[in-house]
């Protein structure tokens, strides 16, 4: 089986309730939205993976590559992106990993069947909404109702919001709300690609979290590499 991959490595899940476990990360190539934050003094900070939404660079792989590559510890396997629901054959490919647990990582705009354990679901908020030419597509596609209760229907699941400020928890609620989300099932993440970015969110994370009951989660494989690829 062929894959689009933008990269494969081992790693430490960083993100979610399997925060800390042995993962090996399986990249798929291209996405869907064109995420774009702004920040306090307005710089702006791009998707933390960049070379598959802005300027894709992905090549074919053969699973059984990905496979021979899988230390022979490791049992977690997370598909992430870019926006694995893109491939065609995720069925397959969970189908072909049905020997270990499995994590999709995903924007919650694109719904197929899988095989997974768990679907981590991250509905992009407007606050990652870009400038220029991709910003209608970004606001057409960040949210859709349908695919997210399917998600939520068909999977074990849980919700990943990443706050940019404090206005972004209106619609956090309203999403929650929409769809009977409950709480235990949601974290709380700072925008950010770097541990002084994701400090400075840091207040703001636990006083929501507080307030609501929901979780927070860090970004731990950037407190152990920073932002580098396949780390
Ligand atoms: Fe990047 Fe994810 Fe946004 Fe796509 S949805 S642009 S991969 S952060």
Known sequence: ??????????????????????????????????????????????????????????????????????????????????????????????????????????????????LANLVSISPKLSSSMPSGRFSEMHEKGRINYDVLTHLMKNNDYQFKFVLNDSRDLKEVLHIKDTLKIPTEKIYLMAQGTTSAELDSRRYLISQVAKETGMNITDRLHIRLYGNRRAT
Not at 63 to 78: A, F, G, M, S, T
Request: aromatic share 10%.
């Open 1 to 114: 089986m062929k894959l689009n991959l933008s990269e494969h490595f081992y790693s430490v899940q960083g993100e979610g309730k399997h925060t800390g476990v042995p993962s090996y990360f399986i990249r798929t190539n291209g996405c869907n939205l064109r995420c774009e934050w702004t920040n306090a003094d307005d710089t702006k900070t791009k998707c933390d993976t960049p070379y598959t939404s802005w300027e894709p660079e992905g090549k074919e792989v053969d699973l059984d590559d990905i496979l021979k590559n899988i230390p022979e510890q490791c049992r977690h396997i997370v598909i992430t992106g870019g926006e694995p629901y893109i491939n065609k054959d995720l069925f397959n490919l969970t189908k072909n990993l049905i020997d270990f647990t499995t994590t999709i990582e995903t924007n919650g705009t694109i719904y197929r069947p899988t």
